[in-house]
């Protein structure tokens, strides 16, 4: 049997509606619902020591020692983030030093005054504290010195560095959160860089390992209670670091006898360290709406 499929008519009222609703596709019109647009990337300001401008990884672009391989250079390459400012600079410290390194009051002032570190901000990353206490020194005797002078060294260190430490980073977390009331500010404490527990005697004793890390604790504590009382928001590198200090069979942190950027993170450690942690805690998505 044949079927015979007849054309469907039409009437000339609906014919002319679809013409009218194809047209207003075409020229884009509302025949349909519009997509709404994506949200516009986070404003990001990057601010801190050798440890926030990525020393340690390699590919410096400048006497900072900042790099694409760091922390703001890694979080630059997340849609949801755009890096507008890079003030971090290796040797930098909470307070004003004479000489030397961009320190942290400077480079709040750059930012701001260039309007990057502003109520528009919406992110900001902040690393500082190590040089204040002395972490360059204490390694230095902690390498050519006795256990016992070693952790005498870091307990009259911390006894002067560590309250004056607590009131400048008072000072310096009031003025970011002043300049960028909105912004989410981030403070990453400092990872271990030894692991005592391997038992291996690389750069330090294993005793003075251990002591420098108990020593690296301490002010982390500074940092953490300082940033909790500003409302921002402290992540702990030292868990996600555990197993990769050196004396590991997997460091994450760097030594090549003679090297300028030895005693820091390396490539891994902030992607695989650094990153994931802050990832962790900050989630950019919700951050844009």
Not at 106 to 127: I, K, N
Not at 131 to 140: K, L, P, R, Y
Request: with cysteine.
């Amino acid at each position: 049997m044949t079927i015979t499929r007849h054309p469907t008519r039409i009437r000339p009222t609906r014919l002319v509606a679809l013409a009218a609703a194809a047209a207003a596709a075409l020229i884009g019109g509302a025949a349909g619902p519009v997509a709404a647009a994506p949200p516009a990337p986070l404003s990001y300001v990057a601010l801190g020591d050798s440890y926030a401008s990525g020393f340690g990884a390699g590919s410096y672009v400048n006497a900072c020692g900042q790099t694409p391989l760091g922390l703001p250079g890694i979080l630059d390459t997340k849609k949801q983030v755009e890096l507008v400012a890079d003030a971090t600079c290796a040797g930098a410290t909470v307070a004003t030093e004479a000489g030397g390194a961009l320190d942290l009051p400077e480079q709040v002032a750059r930012v701001v005054a260039s309007g990057a570190l502003s109520p528009s901000t919406d992110l900001v990353t902040v690393s500082a504290g190590g040089n204040d206490a002395g972490f360059g020194q204490a390694a230095g005797v902690c390498a050519t010195r006795p256990t016992a002078e070693c952790a005498q060294f870091i307990a009259v260190q911390n006894a002067t560095a560590l309250p004056a430490l607590e009131r400048n980073l008072d000072a310096l977390y009031g003025t970011i959160g002043s300049a960028a009331p909105r912004a989410t500010v981030v403070v990453t404490g400092y990872p271990h860089l030894f692991s005592p527990e391997a038992g291996t005697p690389v750069v330090l004793p294993v005793a003075s390992q251990t002591a420098f890390n108990d020593a690296t604790d301490a002010v982390n504590a500074v940092i953490r209670d300082q940033a909790e009382a500003h409302g921002f928001t402290y992540v702990d590198l030292v868990q996600k670091f555990e197993g990769h200090g050196l004396g590991s069979t997997d460091p994450w942190i760097t030594f090549t006898p003679g090297a300028a950027d030895n005693l820091h993170p390396t490539i891994e450690g902030y992607r695989s360290g650094y990153f994931p942690s802050v990832r962790s805690l900050v989630n950019f998505s919700q951050l844009q709406r």
